[in-house]
């Protein structure tokens, strides 16, 4: 088996990757005769990629990507100022972030996530509390947006966190 990313440089088009997965045919002896597989171009992914890199990491307040699919949740180092996360990367996220909700708050975050994932509403604005450091609990406020797949079944959600104890809000 083989596969590869294939960087090349189009001059017309600029740079493009490729990806390559296949088999190697041999003769009796063992040396290669030739191989077979399929070529996808995967540009589109591989800069949308590196978007949303530029975008969590650039960003003067925190941001977040939540893949609902994959159970992933990116967030971007700004949210050190507010927390004490081990990773920049949640994962398993529905378990990981749930715990980092105050166990008071966490219905409430359940039913306030209710309308967008249930395909009421793709917008969101949330406010509780999270544990901050040595526990002390910190009030954000979560704002985004719902992407959907073609089944209208939510499958990615992005937005920033704002820390209200540091606006002066609570």
């Known amino acids: 088996d083989m596969h590869a990313i294939i960087r090349m440089h ?4 600029g740079v493009a990757y490729l990806q390559y997965h296949g088999k190697t045919a041999r003769d009796h002896s063992g040396k290669n005769e030739f191989l077979a597989g399929t070529v996808v171009d995967i ?3 591989i800069q949308a ?3 949303n890199r530029l975008i969590i990491e650039g960003a003067t307040e925190c941001v ?3 893949d609902l699919q994959h159970d992933t949740m990116q967030l971007s180092p700004k ?3 507010i927390l ?4 920049l990367n949640l994962r398993p996220a529905s378990e990981v972030f749930l ?3 105050y166990v008071e708050d966490r219905e409430r975050y359940l039913g306030l ?5 249930s395909g009421e509403t793709d917008d969101y604005s949330l406010e509780f509390r999270l544990y901050g450091r040595g526990g002390k609990p910190v009030w954000i406020a979560m704002r985004g947006t719902c992407e959907r797949d073609d089944t209208g079944a939510p499958s990615m959600v992005a937005g920033s966190v704002f820390d209200l104890d540091s606006m002066g809000e609570y």
Do not use: A, H, Y
């Open 10 to 13: 189009n001059p017309s088009q």
């Open 43 to 45: 540009t589109g992914e």
């Open 49 to 51: 990629r590196k978007t």
């Open 64 to 66: 977040f990507v939540l």
């Open 79 to 81: 949210i050190r100022d």
């Open 84 to 87: 004490p996360v081990p990773s």
């Open 99 to 101: 715990e980092m909700i």
């Open 113 to 117: 996530m209710e309308p967008l994932l």
